[in-house]
């Protein structure tokens, strides 16, 4: 399974843009990239995922490099319910790859 | 649409009794999986069924068993419990391969 890195925590000032990067150097052709938050003791919640293309949602953007080694989540504009662990994943489309392996993601808090 | 949703939400067992939690996918689901996340960790992948069958276990001891049943429900069961088994278990869903996984709240386990 491919691995991610991602850096332990971050900050951010409410109403600015959060980027949040993930490393995956080791990610295969038919792996997606996968971003999940989760707000303290809930359950994680899904955001975004893709391929190789940028994607954008209602919640956040993803852009992956050409290269696919590495990603960048976007949430344009933070709020403070966006403080959350932020979970960068990859994610194979058959067999034992469909489970996701996560890390210890990005505690992002954002300030007022 | 009802979310994923588990019972119970909170459950305290001595140390050597046995629990079982539930997990009942969103509807036409056919994977669920489970996840274990001890205070202040990442999850930990458990368990992964699909169509009724166990389709890969994450790298813990035979004492974590489950099942899937014929509606696509899922139990774990924990038996011998240990101190160590003191987590917040979380189950998800899935339609497809490459789709996202949605989370239920997840059973707090207190083991005392």
């Known amino acids: 399974d491919a691995k991610t890195t991602q850096p332990t925590s971050m900050d951010c000032a409410e109403g600015r843009a959060a980027n949040l990067p993930c490393n995956h150097s080791?990610?295969?052709?038919?792996?997606?990239v996968y971003w999940y938050r989760q707000i303290h003791s809930q359950g994680p919640q899904y955001i975004i995922h893709g391929l190789k293309n940028n994607e954008t949602n209602e919640m956040a953007s993803l852009i992956i490099t050409e290269d696919r080694k590495s990603s960048t989540l976007i949430l344009p504009h933070a709020t403070l319910r966006d403080t959350a662990v932020y979970y960068c994943i990859v994610r194979g489309v058959a067999g034992n790859n469909r489970k996701l392996i996560w890390g210890l993601g990005t505690s992002l808090a954002v300030n007022p | 649409e009802a979310g994923v949703t588990q019972s119970p939400t909170h459950l305290i067992k001595t140390r050597g009794q046995q629990a079982t939690l539930r997990c009942s996918p969103i509807?036409?689901?056919?994977?669920v999986y489970w996840y274990q996340q001890a205070l202040g960790l990442g999850l930990q992948f458990l368990l992964w069924y699909d169509e009724g069958e166990e389709r890969n276990r994450g790298n813990f001891p035979p004492r974590f068993s489950g099942r899937q049943f014929p509606n696509y429900s899922s139990e774990l069961n924990v038996n011998a419990l240990e101190l160590e088994d003191s987590a917040l278990y979380l189950c998800?869903?899935?339609?497809?391969?490459?789709?996202?996984?949605?989370f239920g709240q997840g059973t707090r386990l207190t083991v005392v």
């Open positions: 998800a869903s899935s339609l497809v391969a490459i789709a996202e996984a949605f």
């Open positions: 509807s036409g689901h056919t994977s």
């Open positions: 080791t990610i295969s052709g038919n792996e997606y």
